[in-house]
């Protein structure tokens, strides 16, 4: 059924109605590249889910010339799959059926697999950004253990993020 939903989504949504920018970076550098990206399109509201700390993010867009009532500052996400999960019931609020993605682009493979399953589900498209960054490309281990924990969630309502050890999944 998510092909479904997302052929949907992608119909009545053709273009993009929000950002959704992943933290997990402790030097900005999602959130800056989001600021800049923002700029052509000054209609979109911002969600940056678990960045840097208050402050520095709100500086981050400010400085860029991008207002406080655009950003959504969601700091409830513990790892990648909460990332999405926590901000599921702002975007079907908000009737968002299509999203740009941001993320490091080490970290877009397993972000893209978790977004496919849990917005997908949710009848949410998305186009993926990625920054540009230095980091390896991350192992297929977390992409699988993640895209297990979204299954979790669209059948269950729980993430399973109690039950892993402490990893830290930007």
């Known amino acids: 059924m998510i ?3 997302v052929a949907i989504a992608l119909y009545q949504a053709p273009q993009p109605q929000a950002i959704l920018t992943l933290g997990g970076e402790s030097l900005g550098e999602r959130e800056a590249f989001t600021a800049e990206f923002a700029h052509w399109y000054p209609s979109l509201k911002i969600w940056v889910s678990s960045g840097v700390v208050p402050s520095e993010a709100r500086k981050i867009f400010r ?13 409830r996400a513990v790892d990648t799959v909460t990332n999405f999960t926590t901000l599921v019931p702002d975007f079907k609020q908000y009737k968002i059926q299509h999203l740009y993605l941001i993320t490091s682009n080490y970290h877009m493979p397993r972000a893209k ?10 009848g949410i498209a998305f186009t993926p950004l990625s920054v540009p960054s230095n980091h390896p490309k991350e192992s ?3 992409i699988i253990r993640d895209i297990a924990r979204s299954l979790l969630w669209i059948f269950t309502g729980h993430t399973g993020a109690s039950l892993k050890p402490a990893v830290n999944s930007p």
């Open 63 to 75: 400085d860029a010339g991008i207002s406080d009532r655009r950003l959504h500052l969601d700091y």
């Open 113 to 122: 697999a978790i977004a496919t399953l849990i917005l997908g589900s949710q």
């Open 3 to 5: 092909p479904v939903h």
């Open 140 to 142: 297929f281990l977390p």
